[in-house]
Nanobody, 125 residues
Framework: QAHLVESGGGLVQTGGSLRLSCAASESRFGDYAMGWFRQPPGKGREFVASIGWSGERSFYADSVKGRFTISRENSKNTVWLEMSNLRLEDTARYSC??????????????????WGQGTQVTVSS
């Protein structure tokens, strides 16, 4: 079972940048598709981005395309979410997720097997 721990959240002004990290304690990290989801205040969980086990394929929500980049390094059991040009509507709790299926499936079903506790991102004007 993958144990996921996120870090890197915080308070940032509109137009700013943040880099979220997710460390996985799983020796088979390279077997998992990884993803980032978020839950804005008072709303349901949203898919943000996912990346395949090799890092070659990634998928993004339309709302973050061109602003966010997901990446991973299997030797470090880590996945990152680089966020730039942040907007007020990006304010949410961001959670890392892992799934033994594909990154495309994660983006379509918006679900995953394993979840981290999340890290808060707050964008202010």
């Amino acid at each position: 079972q993958a144990h996921l721990v996120e870090s890197g959240g915080g308070l940032v002004q509109t137009g700013g940048s943040l880099r979220l990290s997710c460390a996985a304690s799983e020796s088979r990290f390279g077997d998992y598709a990884m993803g980032w989801f978020r839950q804005p205040p008072g709303k349901g969980r949203e898919f943000v981005a996912s990346i395949g086990w090799s890092g070659e394929r990634s998928f993004y929500a339309d709302s973050v395309k061109g602003r966010f980049t997901i990446s991973r390094e299997n030797s470090k059991n880590t996945v990152w979410l680089e966020m730039s040009n942040l907007r007020l509507e990006d304010t949410a709790r961001y959670s890392c997720a892992a799934d033994q299926g594909s990154a495309r499936t994660m983006s379509v079903t918006k679900s995953a097997e394993f979840w981290g506790q999340g890290t808060q991102v707050t964008v202010s004007s």
